[in-house]
């Protein structure tokens, strides 16, 4: 099985220390590289010969650049990277503004070892990690006076591209929403692109921000973790 490729940003040696020596030697995880802030960080994603990790462990304060100016910068420059924010300095009310700026996962440095391991799993397969609180948080931090889009041709949603944006919410991969959908592989990506074109979400996190704005889903028809 091929390895998921893992960065980590934190300014606490001991913790990055940890997490490397947990994480590689599970078998699972290719450790790239840890960094102590953001600046450090970008600098080695900026590197000729730098391999671009498909998930970051990512501190959310840190005495450097932070973790949500780091995110804003990935974000635009490395949008590929899933960031997982495990920090010490969790609160409720972030939820929102991070998910919206382009985390995937927001949890506290109290979290089991294993647990990460699930979250980390989680987030590469599917693109997201939450759970039914944190969604709900989520659905209260986003802005009731959000205009509804004005659509039009180009912009409507199909009926296709609504059941695919259903089953994204429900956290299905591609490959299980073309299962169920009878429809190949390729062709969801297609339409999970064009999803991203018509609503201007940036990744699965906008899209299904987008999906309870819009009254496509609610709260409780999103899957549980």
Do not use: W
């Not at 590197?47 to 804003?72: C, E, F, H, S, Y």
């Not at 940036?202 to 999103?222: P, R, S």
């Amino acid at each position: 099985m091929e390895k998921i490729s893992v960065a980590i940003t934190d300014d606490d040696k001991l913790i990055s220390q940890l997490l490397k020596d947990f994480l590689g030697n599970s078998g699972t995880y290719d450790i790239l590289f840890t960094a102590s802030d953001g600046e450090e960080l970008i600098e080695q994603l900026n590197r000729p010969d730098a391999i671009i990790p498909q998930v970051l462990l990512l501190d959310l304060k840190m005495k450097g650049m932070n973790g949500i100016d780091t995110i804003q910068h990935l974000k635009v420059h490395f949008p590929a990277i899933k960031i997982i924010v495990i920090s010490s300095f969790y609160q409720d009310s972030f939820m929102g503004f991070l998910f919206k700026t382009g985390a995937a996962a927001f949890v506290p440095k109290e979290i089991s070892p294993d647990h990460l391991r699930q979250i980390i799993n989680t987030v590469h397969h599917q693109g997201i990690y939450f759970t039914d609180d944190q969604v709900a948080k989520v659905r209260e931090q986003i802005s009731s006076k959000s205009p509804k889009p004005a659509l039009n041709d180009e912009s409507e949603l199909s009926k296709r591209e609504v059941d695919v944006l259903k089953l994204i919410c429900l956290q299905k991969t591609a490959k299980e929403i073309g299962e169920l959908l009878f429809i190949t592989t390729k062709t969801v990506e297609g339409h999970r692109n064009s999803l991203f074109t018509k609503t201007g979400a940036k990744n699965v996190v906008g899209l299904v921000i987008y999906a309870l704005q819009n009254n496509i889903i609610e709260i409780e028809d999103i899957a549980p973790i």
